[in-house]
Each structure stands twice: as structure tokens, then as C-alpha cells.
């Protein structure tokens, strides 16, 4: 059995068999950190989503005039330049020669359009008929990721908040929380309603074109307690110091313009117009 396959079942033998308080609040802040930890085993693993080709639109929304970005795919070069902190680099001379051309690199991104394309059923989704409204209420994602060198970075086009995403637990693990684009597609009768559906929900496409504006870095340091175990005559730890289990980082978009279609995207639903468009 291999040192860490041994330490975990040496841990969860501790575990099982503590009946304090303080006992569970070990193993709860394990559990927290064995997850976060395996959230960042799977975004290191997971293949990135392999390129859509796009239909021909008028601008803002044609690839043309704009870059595209895989959502959970790889972020534009040099965005980690929007945020304060040491450059990224294997050596001390990468990193001196990313902090040469930080500059350069942040003032490239604030010149350029991005645009982000969302599909249903996850990314656009068809709500339940409202029939009092007598509409189909639909939410756009607020936000996606994209990664680089040093990890994950939200981009958010609404009103994103750091918060819990385990609230009431005494440890919690902070992720960046957009609200959904939100609209409806006015629809009185309920069979209607369910030919739209069976028709369209999963043919629901959103674009959403923007620039990039504030960087920003949220950050949460917690004492995680420590846990040992003697076994074979050597001592064995888990844990202990101050973690950071904040939401990282974050960049606002400046929308530009967003627009839900559906039939291959020939017919619009919804657009959202940013300012000075």
C-alpha cells in the first residue's frame, strides 16, 4: 500500500472513530478540503471542450470581430496581467520576463472583444411555464471559467458576489455567485407552451460579447485543524495552518451585447444591449 493510499485509510479510521465535538469538526474540515483539493485534481484532468463552428452574424455577435472563449476552456494569454500579484513562471527568469511584459499584455486584453457562446440545457435554460404571467421564463448563465497556469478564473457579466457554497457548515469553501440573465418569451396557452419546449429547449443558444474590466481577488484564510496518526513507528499528519478558501479570481465583463436564439440561432428570442451600443 503506497504512504498516501496508508494515510487515508489511517485517517479515516481516526475519523470513524471520534465521538467529540471537536472530533467532527476535524472530519467536517477534511471533508471540506479533500473536496476542494479534488475540484483542482479534476480541472488540471478534465480535456477542454473541443471548438463549435459558428454561424455567420452581423457584429457584435460574428467570430470575426471578436475572440472566442471556450467556456471552462483555456483563458486568453496573459489575463492573469489584470491582476496584482507575482507573474507566473517555472524559473525566477520566467517569472522576470512575464512582469516585463505585464503591461503589455493587460493593455492588448483592454482593446479586445471576447465573446463566449452558452447552450441549453445547462448554460440557457427553459424554465416552467408561467401561466399566470403567461410566459416561458429562461436564465442565462452570469458567469463562466476559463483556466491558465496558476489555476481558475471566474468571468462574470452580472453582479457577482463571493459567498459559501456550503453556507451553515463551520468550514465552507467561497465561489464567485453571478445571477442568470434573466427574460421570458411570451407565451399564453399552456399546449403552446409545451410544443415551444419540446421544439426549442434544447436548441437555446446565448452569445454574450464583452470586454474585460475589474480584476479581483477574493480570499478566505482558515486554520485547518490538524490530524495525526502513529503507525509503524512513524507519525503521519494531515492538515494544519492557514488555507485559503476564498472564490480566487474574478473578472468583470463589460457586456457589450448578449443575444438568445433559437432554430441554429436564426431566430432571436432576447438581446441585451451594453452602453454605447
Given at each position: 500500500?503506497?504512504?498516501?493510499?496508508?494515510?487515508?485509510?489511517?485517517?479515516?479510521?481516526?475519523?470513524?472513530?471520534?465521538?467529540?465535538?471537536?472530533?467532527?469538526?476535524?472530519?467536517?474540515?477534511?471533508?471540506a478540503?479533500?473536496?476542494?483539493?479534488?475540484?483542482?485534481?479534476?480541472?488540471?484532468?478534465?480535456?477542454?471542450?473541443?471548438?463549435?463552428?459558428?454561424?455567420?452574424?452581423?457584429?457584435?455577435?460574428?467570430?470575426?470581430?471578436?475572440?472566442?472563449?471556450?467556456?471552462?476552456?483555456?483563458?486568453?494569454?496573459?489575463?492573469?496581467?489584470?491582476?496584482?500579484?507575482?507573474?507566473?513562471?517555472?524559473?525566477?527568469?520566467?517569472?522576470?520576463?512575464?512582469?516585463?511584459?505585464?503591461?503589455?499584455?493587460?493593455k492588448?486584453?483592454?482593446?479586445?472583444?471576447?465573446?463566449?457562446?452558452?447552450?441549453?440545457?445547462?448554460?440557457?435554460?427553459?424554465?416552467?411555464?408561467?401561466?399566470?404571467?403567461?410566459?416561458?421564463?429562461?436564465?442565462?448563465?452570469?458567469?463562466?471559467?476559463?483556466?491558465?497556469?496558476?489555476?481558475?478564473?471566474?468571468?462574470?457579466?452580472?453582479?457577482?458576489?463571493?459567498?459559501?457554497?456550503?453556507?451553515?457548515d463551520?468550514?465552507?469553501?467561497?465561489?464567485?455567485?453571478?445571477?442568470?440573465?434573466?427574460?421570458?418569451v411570451?407565451?399564453?396557452?399552456?399546449?403552446?407552451?409545451?410544443?415551444?419546449?419540446?421544439?426549442?429547449?434544447?436548441?437555446?443558444?446565448?452569445?454574450?460579447?464583452?470586454?474585460?474590466?475589474?480584476?479581483?481577488?477574493?480570499?478566505?484564510?482558515?486554520?485547518?485543524?490538524?490530524?495525526?496518526?502513529?503507525?509503524?513507528?512513524?507519525?503521519?499528519?494531515?492538515g494544519?495552518?492557514?488555507?485559503?478558501?476564498?472564490?480566487?479570481?474574478?473578472?468583470r465583463?463589460?457586456?457589450?451585447?448578449?443575444?438568445?436564439?433559437?432554430?441554429?440561432?436564426?431566430?432571436?428570442?432576447?438581446?441585451?444591449?451594453?452602453?454605447?451600443?
Open positions: 500500500m503506497t504512504t498516501s493510499r496508508w494515510l487515508l485509510v489511517v485517517l479515516g479510521t481516526a475519523l470513524a472513530t471520534g465521538c467529540d465535538d471537536r472530533g467532527k469538526r476535524t472530519e467536517r474540515q477534511l471533508e478540503l479533500r473536496a476542494k483539493q479534488l475540484a483542482q485534481k479534476t480541472a488540471k484532468e478534465e480535456p477542454l471542450a473541443a471548438p463549435v463552428a459558428l454561424p455567420k452574424l452581423d457584429p457584435p455577435y460574428d467570430d470575426a470581430s471578436t475572440e472566442r472563449l471556450v467556456p471552462d476552456g483555456a483563458c486568453p494569454e496573459g489575463l492573469w496581467a489584470l491582476f496584482s500579484g507575482d507573474p507566473p513562471g517555472d524559473t525566477p527568469d520566467e517569472k522576470k520576463a512575464n512582469g516585463a511584459r505585464k503591461e503589455s499584455l493587460a492588448a486584453l483592454s482593446n479586445k472583444r471576447f465573446l463566449v457562446r452558452l447552450r441549453a440545457p445547462d448554460q440557457v435554460t427553459l424554465k416552467p411555464h408561467d401561466a399566470a404571467q403567461g410566459a416561458l421564463p429562461v436564465e442565462v448563465l452570469g458567469s463562466t471559467l476559463c483556466r491558465d497556469a496558476l489555476g481558475s478564473i471566474t468571468i462574470a457579466w452580472t453582479d457577482a458576489k463571493a459567498g459559501a457554497t456550503r453556507a451553515g463551520e468550514v465552507s469553501l467561497n465561489a464567485w455567485l453571478a445571477p442568470p440573465v434573466t427574460f421570458t411570451p407565451i399564453k396557452s399552456m399546449g403552446e407552451a409545451k410544443r415551444f419546449r419540446q421544439d426549442h429547449a434544447l436548441g437555446l443558444v446565448a452569445r454574450v460579447v464583452f470586454t474585460f474590466g475589474k480584476a479581483e481577488v477574493d480570499k478566505k484564510l482558515l486554520k485547518v485543524g490538524r490530524v495525526s496518526a502513529q503507525a509503524e513507528g512513524e507519525t503521519v499528519g494531515y494544519g495552518g492557514a488555507e485559503d478558501w476564498g472564490a480566487g479570481r474574478l473578472v465583463a463589460n457586456v457589450i451585447g448578449l443575444r438568445v436564439a433559437v432554430q441554429q440561432e436564426q431566430q432571436q428570442l432576447y438581446e441585451l444591449k451594453g452602453p454605447g451600443y
